[in-house]
């Protein structure tokens, strides 16, 4: 039997309703090397498990495992201790990825310790809202500090997530994947941007979704800052605070009449009311 090189990871939950694209878009990879799809049921009760037993014998070494602790981070940190690639790729069940995704990566991971793929904005984006935010063409930088990938698409070496212990399970969202690639390139391993690896991402649709996203990665900064800031990550310069408040004081009756200032406004204010409360959940003053 050959050694499997490349593990696909997966964490789902109740995603019976999405989870079925992401593994069609799995089983039509071309792939030259032996390889894998781990799915980790994090405590769904709908039928993702019945949906990965549909795709057996689709999808290339496809199985299922269960993850008790809740959240993603330890779901991938069980998917990956379950196997012995010597790669790892990380996808969400709810996106798609593209035709020949698992082998850019592969050679996206022949010159580098991990890397992030592209985003497209588009094909998942079955309801148009005023405002949609974008992705760009590399890897950001978080916080005037280090570029980081989201999960959604990053791989990385085994001996490399094994040297920096993972993801950190106890990270909130908003934070597990800027925290990883910070530790990762700390660590002195290279992360780097491989645009051929393209994952079809799908978007909060409504306003109150946008708005929680914003507010729980705002809280994250706080415990980055806690945790980064003695390593480098900048703190907001106090004039920087003080016009982003600004703006939102001055921009709210525009927002009141025009849908699309709308919805940035919101995002915009739920973000600075997440530091906030990170700050004060995390003892830090990041605003």
């Known amino acids: 039997m050959s050694h499997t090189v490349v593990s696909v990871v997966i964490p789902a939950l109740n995603a ?32 993702t498990l019945d ?36 790669l790892l790729l990380f996808c969400d069940a709810d996106d ?12 996206a991971l022949r010159t580098s310790d991990a890397v992030g793929g592209a985003i497209e904005n588009d094909k998942l984006t079955t309801v148009r809202t ?44 908003g934070g597990p994947d800027t925290e990883f690639c910070w530790r990762l390139q700390l660590a002195g391993h290279r992360l780097t941007y491989a645009p051929d ?3 079809h991402y799908r978007h909060r649709h409504t306003l109150r979704s946008v708005a929680v996203k914003a507010f729980r990665t705002g809280i994250s900064r706080g415990r980055l800052y806690r945790d980064y800031g003695p390593r480098g990550m900048p703190r907001p310069r106090l ?12 921009s709210a009756p525009a927002a009141a009449v025009s849908p699309a200032r709308r919805w940035r406004w919101v995002e915009q204010a739920a973000g600075a009311a997440g530091r906030v409360r990170g700050s004060w959940r995390f003892r830090v003053l990041y605003l």
């Open 239 to 250: 004039a920087g605070v003080a016009a982003r408040w600004a703006g939102l004081l001055l």
């Open 197 to 199: 690896a393209v994952v």
């Open 130 to 173: 005023p405002y949609m935010p974008r992705h760009p063409d590399h890897l950001p930088v978080v916080a005037g500090f280090l570029p980081r990938a989201i999960t959604a698409n990053l791989g990385v070496r085994r001996e490399v997530f094994d040297d920096v212990g993972g993801f950190a399970a106890d990270y909130d969202y």
């Open 16 to 47: 019976a309703g999405t989870l079925p694209a992401q593994l069609e878009a799995l089983a039509r990879q071309d792939v030259d090397v032996p390889w894998e799809v781990v799915v980790i049921d994090n405590g769904s009760t709908d039928g």
């Open 51 to 86: 949906v990965c037993r549909s795709f057996e014998g689709r999808v290339p070494g496809l199985r299922a495992i269960s993850c008790a602790r809740p959240g993603t981070s330890a779901a991938r940190n069980a998917g990956a201790a379950s196997s012995s690639s010597e």
């Open 96 to 107: 798609e990825v593209a035709p020949g995704w698992v082998s850019a990566m592969v050679a």
